[in-house]
Every structure is written in C-alpha cells, then in structure tokens.
C-alpha cells in the first residue's frame, strides 16, 4: 500500500497531557492533516493547478446561475432579517453578510441547480462542500489567488481521505457525503487558508465533525442544497472557534463513538491514507454537464448514444432496460417525479430526456412543467431500472432498448473516468460557465471572470474576483 509520508508541521505545543500530544501526531486525522498541510505548502505540478482553477471557474458558474433560485431567496431573506456585521461576498449580492452566513448562502448557491462537480472516491460534491468556505476564510485573511487556490486543494485533499475513511457504507446508509465528510473538509480548507497550526487544525476539523449532518433520504427538496451550506458554515464555525481556542477532540475521526465509529463503521484507514491515482485527489475530479445528478449521467449518456447511433425517436421505442449499481435505488431512483427537483433525481425521466433529445446541459430543463409533460411521462413509463448486485462498479450503467420492430439495442457508459485531455476539459468547462453565467454577468463581465480564474495563482489581492461575484459593477 503507498501511503503518506509527509511533514509535521506547526509550531510546538504545549498540551496538558502526553496524550494528547500523541494524538495530534498520530492515527489517521493527523495524517490526513499532513497530507493537506504538505500538498498546500509544496510544489504544486501544473495539472494540479489547472484541475483546481477548473474547479473554481465550474463553481462560479454554477453558483451564479443559482442565485434565482426559490431555495436562495429564502435563506437571504432569513439571513437578511438576522442582521450580522459585513464581513464577506455572496454571489450575486451586493451586500456583505458574516462570515458563516457568506458561507452558508454560498454554498447553497453553489449546489441549488445541482450542476456543481463531484469526486466519486468521497461521494461527494466536493467543490461545493468546501469553496464557499474557503473563500470567506480567504477574503478575512487578505489572501492571494495563490493563497485561496493552495488552500482549497490542500481542503480536497482532506474531503477525498476523509470520505474513503468512512467508505461507501457511510453513504449507503443515507448520509450525504458532501454534507458530512464535506463539513471536516471545510474546516480543513479553511484552516489553511487562515493560516492555523496543525493542533488548531485539528481542533477544527474536531468541531466541524461533531456539527456535521446531511441526510440522502432530502435528495429532490431544497435540504439537498442546504447541506452543502450547513457543510461550509459548520466547517468555518469549526476553524473560527478553534482560532479562538475553543477545545475539541483532535483524533475525532477514529476514536471511539466518534465520526467513522457512528457514522459507518470501523473506518478504512487503509483506504483513506492510499496514495491517490494521480498525485492528488483532485486530479480524478469529474465535472458534470447535464444539470442532474450525476448518477444519472451515465444512462443520459448512454442513451443518447443509442439516439445518435440507430435514429432512434420515441414513437419506436418499446422498452428500456438501465442496469445500474445497487446504491442508486436511493440516490436517484425517483420513479414518478413530480416537480423540477425531483426529475434531477430520476432516472428514468433522465433517461426519457436523453431520447427524446432534450438538452439536459440546460438547467431550465428541470422545471415542473417539463417534469409532467406528458410526452415525457410516457416515454419515462418505457423504462425499467435493474440494480444491480453488490459488486456492480458504482460508475457503471447499461442501456437496453427494445424497438417496436423487435430489435434489441445496447450501449454501456462509465462516468467514473476523469477527462486527461485537460485542454478538452478547459473548453468544455468554459463553454458550461459562459453557458450559465452570461445570463446573469453579460457577456464582457463574464469574460473577465473566467480570465481572472484563469490567473488566480497571480492575483496578489482576490477584491477584484469578489467584486465581479458581487456583481458591484452593475
């Protein structure tokens, strides 16, 4: 097994206890701590860096072609009538708001159309668990692009150990990963981005555990999204307090009756300290474009390849068969859906969309009215969902169709296999955040914000970048 070696880091300290000295140096949280601290104060390769501004541009757009939605104006409302002192940006409003209140908007933001990117290794949306976090700690310290870009892949580095130490049992039994593994990666992006010491670190990340919740069983509600809030303002709340010295465990990770023992079991600490595929995790990020969930992607892709390879169009379909991974009958396996939420969450409408060649790239798609138009809905009644045994890749979906000419058709697709044409990724991320942003930016503002992330690791002041989120030019 390769594992981390890395450095310690921090200053020295002085605890109370050997024993507690020994768990900030020892056992799996303090590793992950290395592994993050090293990766954001090394030397990062170039397709590091590139992977993590596409990670930044994708979540831009996403977030700014969210700040219309229902879910986004019912928590500025409410945050709006709490009052707070101005601290930090929220996309698309002019207004400062606190720190842990920039962090919770924007993430919900970030995740209200559900478009947002996703690390399979986790289970988790891991851009929109931890940026908005990141940022509001970036823009308290004054930090660089550099600063932010070095923090928020050392915080993925630490979501993507932290999800494979609690495994894919902790998201079968109904916690969402991004809201969960996602909350201690806040902290630890944060953390960083606010310059904490390693025990401070691990204090946060203590506190950021024992706030963190998300249930699968709110998949298709506005909660979806609010998880993604919850996990960047209790990720912060977490950094912050530590900050000020406030204790918590430093080992919460693996100790007894903390997150792995009462979140999914033991924890595999085999798993979670394995050297990644590619120098870092961030590296195996997939990107979406289809404004649904990403476990229905690979029948949307399968299925408009049958479309495109044979001719196919509804009136000659006679039946559709999707082999998929058993975790999918509670991810996203809504068989009636009724509202625009809900259809991001089915596969079967997914896959009646991908034959009935409507553009699932657009987020409008998923509205009420075209979840129950009864074209569709016809089409959706076609399809049949097989889960499959355990031991089915979790990427893998298979589309039969049955003609009404009696032919037999299949197509197979995995979405688990990250992009390596980095180039190709570029433009296709490029186009998604223009797609999204222009409406809300212009054309020219737009523009300018993809350019700025472009050079992020150059920008000595972020003003600039929060200003154009802001939208202060209009």
Known sequence: MGQYEGEKFGRSLDLDSKSEEMRVETGVTAAIIRRARSLASGTLPPKVRLIAKHCLVDWCGVALAGTDEPL???????????????????????????????????GATGHAIDYDDVNMAASAHITAAILPATLAASEMAGSSGDGLLRAFIGGYEATVMIGRFLGREH??????????????????????????????????????????????????????PFHAGKSNENGLSGTLLARRGFTGRTDILECVQGFADTHGGAGNAEAALAAPRSFAHICDNLFKYSAACYGTHGAILAAG???????????????????????????????????????????????????????????????????????????????????????????????????????????????????????????????????????VLGSSHASALHTMIENIDRQESLEPLFALLRGEWR
Request: with cysteine; net charge neutral; aromatic share 4%.
């Open 72 to 106: 986004v104006r019912i928590l500025t409302e409410m945050l709006l009538a709490e009052g707070c002192k101005p601290a930090a940006s929220v996309v698309g409003n002019q207004l400062k708001f606190s720190l842990r209140q920039a962090a919770l908007l924007n």
């Open 171 to 224: 998201y079968d039994r109904g916690f969402h990963a991004t809201a969960t593994a996602g909350t201690c990666g806040a902290a630890a992006a944060s953390a960083l981005a606010l310059g904490l010491d390693t025990h401070e670190m691990a204090v946060a990340i203590g506190i950021a555990a024992t706030q963190a919740a998300g249930l699968k069983a709110q998949f298709g509600t506005m909660c979806k």
């Open 305 to 439: 390849q049958l479309r495109r390879e044979h001719s196919l169009t509804p009136d000659i379909i006679g039946r559709v068969e999707l082999d998929v991974e058993p975790g999918a009958d509670r991810m996203c396996n809504i068989e009636v859906p009724l509202t625009g939420l809900e259809s991001k969450f089915s596969l079967r409408f997914n896959t009646a969309l991908a034959f009935a060649n409507e553009d699932t790239s657009s987020p409008a798609l998923y509205c009420d009215a075209i979840t129950r138009r009864q074209d569709l809905s016809d089409l959706r009644s076609r399809v049949v969902v097989n889960c499959m045994p355990p031991g089915w890749p979790n990427t893998l979906t298979e589309v039969r169709v049955q003609t009404t000419d009696g032919r037999w058709l299949k197509a197979r697709h995995d979405t688990g296999i990250p992009e390596e044409d980095l180039a190709q990724q570029a433009a296709r991320v490029r186009h998604k955040f223009l797609g999204l942003s222009t409406p």
